[in-house]
Nanobody, 126 residues
Framework: QVQLGESGGGLVQAGGSLRLSCTAS????????MAWFRQAPGKEREFVAV????????YYADSVKGRFTISKDNAMSTVYLQMNSLKPEDTAVYYC???????????????????WGQGTQVTVSS
C-alpha cells in the first residue's frame, strides 16, 4: 500500500506560480512512477505530468509543457509540481498518483495508476 497526500494548492492570479507537493508513505517510493492529474469542474480528469521511477525521465501534457515542471526527492518521498505562468484554464483539483514501475512508455491514463491522493484545489483568477 502507498498513501499519498497533496499540499500547496491555493488561489493565485493569472501569470503567478504555485508549487504542489505530494508526500508518499508506505512502500518504496523510489520504485514508483509518480504522476500529476487534474480535474476541472464538469470535465474529465486529465494527465498533467509524470516522472519515471528511474533516471528521472519526465513527460508533460502539451497544455502545460514549458510552464510546469515535475520533480521528485526520493529521500523525502515527495514529488513536486512547479507551476509557472498559470492561466485560468489551469483551475482544477490536482491529484498525484503512483504506479509501480514497469518497462515501456510512461502511463498517461489514470486507469494505470494504483494509488491516488485526495487532491488539492488550484484556482487561477483572471
Amino acid at each position: 500500500q502507498v498513501q499519498l497526500g497533496e499540499s500547496g494548492g491555493g488561489l493565485v492570479q493569472a501569470g503567478g506560480s504555485l508549487r504542489l507537493s505530494c508526500t508518499a508513505s508506505g512502500r518504496t517510493f523510489s520504485s514508483y512512477d509518480m504522476a500529476w492529474f487534474r480535474q476541472a469542474p464538469g470535465k474529465e480528469r486529465e494527465f498533467v505530468a509524470v516522472i519515471r521511477a528511474y533516471f528521472g525521465i519526465t513527460y508533460y501534457a502539451d497544455s502545460v509543457k514549458g510552464r510546469f515542471t515535475i520533480s521528485k526527492d526520493n529521500a523525502m518521498s515527495t514529488v513536486y509540481l512547479q507551476m509557472n505562468s498559470l492561466k485560468p484554464e489551469d483551475t482544477a483539483v490536482y491529484y498525484c498518483a503512483a504506479e509501480a514501475y514497469r518497462p515501456g512508455p510512461a502511463s498517461t491514463a489514470g486507469s494505470a495508476y494504483d494509488y491516488w491522493g485526495q487532491g488539492t484545489q488550484v484556482t487561477v483568477s483572471s
